[in-house]
């Protein structure tokens, strides 16, 4: 089956770094991706990952271990404005001859940046 | 591009009623998606489309229609509602399958009573 798991939710302080971890297991690995999402709003793309290693993208860097189903969201000189939910999507299930695109969710973390 | 556009942006229905879910992208993607959100967890995949003509069920499909006649509309039909179905709804869509993020509408927030 599919499962994708985060922690619900994280707090963290104002300046200060702060990992999300995701691990997942599914059926078909085609890549991993790390939205965000305010309150009330649509998720925006933060990161993807395909291959094993961190990706660097300025205060947000993205994780991946295939072997071990593990990936990991860094966030760096935390801001107010950070103060979001955080959403780790397998993307790769199958389906019939190819790959549709789907991606399979986990539950979001609510991260909340304290001054 | 104005993006993906999603119409009502929140609707209140009454138990047995029906309603259409509008979702426009105007950035000529073959993929679209339909999510539904509950208060406080991940998206779950309602319905998708690889192109026109061409749909497929996603995780909870349960109460739920879509088509797909043209590149740019999708579509999701609610028959016969239900309280299980008050969510906020995301419509998506992207350019090709591998490495492509996702680009969301903002949502519709239904309520059934």
């Known amino acids: 089956g599919q499962n994708i798991d985060q922690p619900t939710e994280m707090t963290a302080t104002e300046g200060a770094i702060v990992q999300i971890n995701c691990t997942y297991q599914t059926s078909g690995f085609n890549g991993l991706f790390w939205y965000q999402q305010h309150a009330g709003e649509a998720p925006t793309f933060l990161s993807y990952n395909v291959l094993d290693g961190l990706e660097e993208k300025g205060r947000f860097s993205s994780f991946l271990s295939r072997s071990k189903g593990y990936s990991y969201l860094l966030l760096k000189e935390l801001q107010m404005k950070d103060s979001a939910s955080y959403l780790c999507?397998?993307?790769?299930?199958?389906?019939?001859?190819?790959?549709?695109?789907?991606?399979?969710f986990g539950q979001g973390t609510t991260l909340q940046v304290k001054p | 591009n104005a993006g993906v556009t999603q119409t009502p942006k929140f609707r209140i229905l009454k138990i047995g009623q029906s309603m259409t879910l509008q979702c426009t992208q105007d950035?000529?993607?073959?993929?679209m998606y339909w999510y539904r959100q509950d208060p406080g967890m991940g998206l779950k995949l309602i319905y998708y489309?690889?192109?026109?003509?061409?749909?497929d069920k996603g995780e909870v499909p349960n109460g739920y229609n879509v088509s797909r006649s043209t590149t740019e509309d999708f579509p999701l039909r609610l028959e016969l509602a239900a309280p299980s179905q008050t969510s906020v709804y995301f419509c998506?869509?992207?350019?090709?399958?591998?490495?492509?993020?996702?680009?969301f509408g903002p949502g519709t927030r239904l309520l059934v009573l």
């Open positions: 950035m000529n993607h073959n993929y």
């Open positions: 998506a869509s992207s350019p090709t399958r591998q490495g492509e993020t996702q680009y």
């Open positions: 999507a397998v993307s790769g299930l199958f389906h019939g001859s190819g790959n549709t695109g789907k991606l399979i």
């Open positions: 489309s690889v192109g026109a003509g061409i749909t």
